[in-house]
């Protein structure tokens, strides 16, 4: 039984944790847009080869 | 300050930042009466002011507030009768769904810092809307709640750990001081969940007490607060049941709802946040140094004027509304108007704030401002639809109000019974009847049912300006259209040209452009686009109901009506509309005029036609002109040479068999429009700030009008099923909750997705436009792409 005594507490330390992680996620803003990550897929690669050309060429 | 980029950086602070900073400093520890005044005096600079309030030429100002903390239907109540009450305010309008505030008062006898102020009064902190506020507000409303949801489910899943054993505590014949100390780690862990996850529904029930009404956070604060105090007097004392685990879910199931409500109402306001986000913070104004040179300032939006010249780069956005003055470039108008291709624009075309100069930089003399642009003019008929209650929605919020009265009387009649027959589960009894019949469904039902189809619609280019304009659409039978500036462009061209004497077309083309050079009207603009004005004329005068007249290299030349320019030497049919050019009293050419059809008008009516709706046309124009055009569109009822008085007169016919929508270009239709059951006008136009119609086409483009129609009748099925399934559920939900058959998780469940359901059936209507979103997020990504400001 006195295993719950250290097992508990440390639970609360774990949840402690994983909403302490929750909060600085949300506060950091990862879960604003869940919309436009999508769409990165699609005009990074765009991007980066104009960007490649900028840096080469003009 | 050292260059012009920190100058421009401080007035962009002084002028929008402040609202944010005082919105930072404005935290509860830190809230003092000082700040919460510096803030409203910031408001009450007529600078600021004027960005935010329309005033109408009667002396009446209009503004949107948004508003923090705010819920459902109750706060909206009171909002209302808050500021019904200030003297001066002539109306108020709240729109639940998008948590906004439409207040129309005298200028004379009220600022718009007093509605803060009275807001405020009232516990709720408003402020009038921009982009910036708007997006901030959203943000932060949204990450509060994510917090909150957080915590609660973590804590909720935890706290259920913690039970289990205490549930099977019989079985496992488990030591007491065991049982006390898993009651007190889920006390603890549940504190946090009940008064940071539940703020919220406690602030709201504390405030609603306080304003002497009840919003739907009352009798949910009741169960939370009974259940959780319960809980820690057993806990504490070392006996009896402990209800840590009902509290936790509770908030938790409360706030997922909540939550989806949230997103979904922001998902239907987002149309007109698109458009107010389009406008531009700062703008590059033309002005003079201290030595006379021409410079370019940058400063922020609120401070340009009427008259100021400005420097549209390529890729900007126009602050204001304007004249091209030097340049010639395109204009996307695509958000405002729904137009995909880029339109041409050269010096003297007017352009308009909100829109995204596409291909080179231009010279604009501003002509409009903040609240009297036409951007603005959308945006504020688009809150109007959505703060417009109808007649519908308001009895179901009457209902609501009244209900909740006869709900709590109710929860303590039937605990006392309980008591009676069965002590141990009087208590759990009185909770899930408080929960479950929340009429949260009720009140959301039709406004979450307006806002999401005013959001298809709009995407589809129709503007809905009325409340009960998405009903009435909905039950429509019978279609009139006007046929100029409606069936047809309104845009004149030259048709068939006959020559009549020995000079070619290209010649007769090119003395009527040279006669026509300066005018203004329609006709005039339709010969100079198609000749070129190479002559020199002298003597030219315009006389007025017949022609041009002018001389060039010697000979007389007219241009006009066959009566004013053949001079009576040839007879000619009065119904004709075609125009005469004579040189010296000799017929050289007759132009033939042709107003074209828009290019969707037949598949328009054809698609109405199969919609069951009739179609006809009610026009001024003469007959044979009116005759084809019906032809050629499949109408078969038509008038032609209409006076207003008669187009009523056929209008008010028509409506004894049904109801009537009528499609008119808005300005010369004003009466007529106001007559019909559905009034749309054409375009997006100078005539809109005061448009009258129930609806306005921005998109110019007929063919969505059908599609539109068929969106209302959505609308109205769902709004009808969203009422029925709301009395459905606390009809038959009550007396189950009250013979104890729900048990309190369940009745959180219930609670929750009554009001879930309702928002994701109105979603239905948003849904089927998908196709279209996709294509203005790819559109405003390549607008960002342009401009990365």
């Known amino acids: 039984m006195s295993m719950l005594l250290i097992l508990i507490p440390l639970s609360l330390v774990l949840i402690g944790i994983a909403v302490w992680a929750f909060i600085w996620a949300v506060g950091s803003g990862q879960f604003d847009d869940l919309e436009t990550p999508a769409w990165d897929i699609l005009s990074q690669p765009e991007s980066d080869d104009s960007n490649k050309y900028d840096a080469a060429g003009t | ?789």
């Open chain 2, 1 to 789: 300050m050292c260059c012009e980029g920190c100058r421009a950086v401080a007035e962009l602070i002084a002028g929008m930042g402040l609202t944010d900073y005082y919105r930072f400093r404005s935290q509860p520890a830190q809230q003092s009466g000082q700040n919460h005044d510096d803030k409203l005096q910031f408001f009450a600079r007529p600078e600021i002011a004027a960005q935010y309030v329309h005033t109408d030429t009667a002396g009446y100002c209009e503004v949107n507030l948004l508003v923090e903390g705010f819920r459902c239907a109750a706060c909206g109540w009171l909002i209302e009768r808050g500021l019904g009450r200030l003297p001066g305010v002539t109306k108020v309008g709240v729109s639940v769904a998008t948590a906004r505030v439409r207040v129309e008062w005298d200028h004379n006898r009220l600022q718009m810092a007093d509605l803060l102020r009275a807001l405020s009064g009232l516990g709720y902190q408003a402020q009038p809307v921009t982009a910036d506020s708007v997006r901030h507000h959203k943000e932060t409303e949204r990450r509060n709640a994510l917090r909150r949801i957080g915590v609660a489910g973590i804590g909720m899943m935890q706290v259920m750990m913690y039970v289990l054993p205490l549930y099977l505590r019989d079985q496992t014949h488990m030591a007491v001081p065991v049982q006390h100390y898993l009651q007190l780690i889920s006390m603890l862990l549940t504190t946090p969940v009940m008064f940071y996850s539940g703020w919220p529904f406690l602030y709201g029930a504390v405030r609603a007490l306080g304003n002497r009404t009840i919003n739907m956070d009352v009798p949910v604060t009741l169960a939370l607060l009974m259940a959780y105090l319960t809980s820690v007097y057993h806990t504490l004392l070392g006996a009896g049941d402990t209800y840590f685990d009902s509290v936790t879910m509770f908030v938790f199931l409360l706030s997922l709802g909540r939550y989806v409500e949230m997103v979904l109402r922001h998902r239907s306001a987002s149309r007109g946040d698109a458009l107010a986000s389009l406008q531009p913070v700062s703008a590059q104004r033309y002005s003079r140094d201290s030595e006379g040179n021409e410079i370019i300032q940058e400063i922020p939006v609120s401070l340009l004027q009427v008259g100021d010249d400005v420097l549209i780069r390529a890729g900007a956005v126009l602050p204001a509304d304007g004249e091209v003055t030097v340049g010639c470039s395109t204009v996307d108008e695509s958000m405002l108007t729904g137009e995909a291709m880029p339109q041409k624009r050269t010096v003297r075309s007017s352009v308009l704030a909100g829109t995204v100069n596409v291909e080179s930089p231009i010279r604009v003399r501003i002509s409009a401002v903040g609240g009297k642009t036409a951007l603005s003019g959308v945006i504020r008929l688009l809150e109007r639809a959505q703060a417009d209650k109808p007649h519908l929605a308001l009895a179901a919020d009457r209902v609501a109000r009244y209900f909740l009265q006869i709900l709590i009387v109710l929860s303590i009649l039937v605990g006392i019974v309980w008591w009676h027959f069965n002590p141990e589960r009087a208590f759990e009894a009185i909770l899930a009847v408080l929960v479950v019949s929340c009429p949260c469904a009720l009140s959301l039902a039709t406004p979450a049912v307006i806002a999401a189809a005013s959001a298809a619609m709009a995407r589809r280019g129709l503007l809905i300006t009325h409340g009960d304009a998405i009903e009435k659409l909905a039950s429509i039978s019978h279609v009139v259209f006007d046929k100029t500036g409606t069936l047809s462009t309104g845009i004149v061209s030259i048709g068939r040209t006959q020559v009549m004497s020995c000079l070619s077309v290209v010649q007769c083309h090119d003395i009527a452009a040279s006669l026509e050079i300066g005018a203004e009207h329609p006709v005039a603009r339709a010969f100079q686009a198609r000749g070129i004005a190479r002559w020199t004329v002298n003597d030219l005068h315009i006389v007025p109901g017949g022609g041009v007249q002018g001389v060039i290299e010697g000979i007389t030349y007219r241009l006009g009506s066959p009566a004013f320019a053949a001079a009576n030497k040839h007879s000619y049919d009065p119904d004709d509309a075609s125009v005469v050019l004579s040189g010296d009293e000799k017929v050289l050419a007759r132009f033939e005029l042709t107003d074209p059809l828009r290019s969707d008008a037949i598949q328009c009516v054809r698609q109405l036609n199969d919609a069951g709706i009739s179609t006809s046309i009610l026009s001024g124009d003469a007959g044979q002109v009116v005759e084809s055009v019906a032809a050629v569109c499949g109408i078969n009822q038509y008038q032609s040479r209409c006076k207003p008085e008669d187009k009523l007169k056929a209008i008010q016919q028509l409506q004894s068999k049904g109801e009537v929508a009528m499609v008119g270009d808005g300005i010369n239709d004003a009466p007529v429009l106001s007559a019909a059951g559905v009034s749309i006008a054409m375009g997006a136009g100078s005539g809109l700030a005061h448009a009258s119609a129930d609806a306005v086409l921005l998109s110019n483009q007929l063919s969505s009008l059908p599609c539109v129609i068929l969106i209302a009748r959505r609308a109205r099925k769902i709004m009808r099923q969203n009422l029925y399934w709301a009395a459905f559920y606390n009809i038959t939900s009550i007396p189950l909750a009250a013979l104890g058959l729900i048990p309190p998780w369940l009745a959180a469940i219930g609670m929750s997705l009554s009001s879930v359901l309702v928002v994701l059936n109105a979603a239905r209507l948003l849904r089927d436009s998908r196709q279209d979103a996709g294509d203005t997020v790819l559109q405003r990504t390549l607008h960002t792409a342009i401009n990365p400001v």
